[in-house]
Each structure stands twice: as C-alpha cells, then as structure tokens.
C-alpha cells in the first residue's frame, strides 16, 4: 500500500465531499471510514506473529493474509461494527467497508515485479489484476497530492460550515 | 460475534492451505523442504538486501537467503527488493525484473504511516467516546 497518511487523507477527503451530497451521511462517520482504512493493514501482525510459529503450535496451515483480501476485509469490518451502538453499527459497517476496500485500488498502482497484484478478491476468486505500476509502497510523492485534495475538501468544508 | 470469528479463522486456514497452488512462485517451506525440486520455476517474493558484491547480491527473504546472479545498479544493503526470477541451483535466483524500495523510503514510510495513524484516532476519538455501561462506541453528545 501507499502510506496510510496518503490513503486516510483520500478517504477523508472522499467521506467529506459525500457528506455535502448525501444528509444522511453524518460527519461523524468520516473518522469511521479512516479507522476502516487502517482494517487490511492489521495483516502486518505477520511481522509480530509470523505464521509458521501458529502453523507450527497448531499444526494446522495457516496465513494472515486474508486480512488483506476483500474476504477478511468484510468480516473484521463486521466485528468492528460490533464495537459500536447498536443503532449505528449498519452505518458504521457500510462506511468502515468503504475505508477498508479503498485499500485495494490504492494497492493496484503499486509497482509489482511479477506486474500482478495480490489476489485481493479472495475467496471470492484467485484472480490477480495487473499491477498498476504508478508507485512503489516506498515512494512518498503520493502524500503530496493526498494533502492537497485533503487541504482543498478541509477549506471547501469549512467555508461550506461557515456559511450555513 | 462468533460466526465472523469463525469465518476469518476459517479464512486463515483454507488460506493457508491452499495460497501455495495458486501462486506461479514456490512457498518459504517448499523451498525450505526440497529446494532442487523447484529449480526452473518462476520465483515472486520480497527480500532485503544483505550484501553486495561486484557481479551480484545476496539477499534473505525471510528464512531464506539467495544470491542474485547479476549485479542490481543502485541497491545498497538493508533496502528492499521485489525479485520477480527464476530458480538456479544452489540457492541462486536468476533475475527476469527487480524493484528497488530503497532504505530510506521504508523509514519515511513507517513515520507517514504512523502519522495517519494518529489523525485516524484522533480524529476518531474527537467524534466517538466509550460507553462503559454497553462497552461500546458511542457518538459523543449521545454518551451517559
């Protein structure tokens, strides 16, 4: 992924225009879809707990990679959800889901040297998209262009908040 | 709760189970296991740079360490590359494309990372405080 600066900025910016269009969309919910950004990157926990110790513990196969498929995604979506009121959790689950898929198409610009993504729609499939090949997961340029459609969306909001 | 714990553990499973043949790489413990076996093959997978000599690179990628069989222009120890190649014998990969994420950026990465992390929940926590009565999120204003 590009840094999670670059993609919670995209995600705000992205909640804060719906709000201007959608009156339901109640501006408390742009945090929820940034926190769901933050849901595919929970498959770093690999890095804390490689999965061959739990392979090894458990004897059982096993990989945290599906926390960064769609099939993951959706399911701790669900358990965050959970996490809240009862009379928000369906508004909640529809704009955390929104922040955790927006991982993927960000993800799908990466540079690949095989020039596949990783088979984001799984279980659904094994299919891997072509790798969009615009930045490296290390390139920080992405930031740029994120904090100014931030920064624009943040004045336009506020100026909009202002007048009304 | 429980029927989502049980699709993600079952997720983790089947996934683990099964990744390994619908990948055109070999997997760490199949390489670890028989690694002439897999000579020939197409080999995908993300190492670090370890050392760099003048015709070629070594590398680990995870418990594995390979040498690149050509020299990588512009790599330098502890950066990171995406070695897309093919399996020679004696733990060498032949090298069809490589990406280069240099040192620095990873850094710089991780800060940015941490960075939205912490806009995330603050910005969260601006909008939403804990219901310790329901131990649940509430939107603030609505809490008791």
Redesign the interface.
Known sequence: MP???????VV?AVMTALTWRLGRLH??L???A??G??IP?LAKIELLVP??VI?TVLG???????IH?I??AI??V??FA?????G?RWSVAVVALFGALSQFPLDGFI?????LSP?YL??VT?WQPPAGDLY?????WP?IPALLLAGAVWCRDRRGSEAG | MVVLIGLLLGQFVHYGAVAAQHHDSPSTSALSTDYTEHVGENLYRWARVTEVRPNSVRVRSGRLEFTLTRRIPNVKPGDSLQIYGRVAPNHRVVPIEVVVSDSTGLVSLYLLSAVGLLVTVGLFLREWTVNWTTVTFTARGRDR
């Open positions: 840094d999670l600066l670059t993609h919670v900025l705000y501006s408390r742009i945090p929820v940034m926190a950004t933050v990157d999965p061959r392979e059982i196969p096993f990989s945290w990679r599906p498929r099939g993951g399911v701790l669900g358990l959970l996490l809240f009121d009862r928000d540079r690949r040297a095989n020039g088979p799984y279980p094994w490296l997961s290390s390139d920080l930031v």
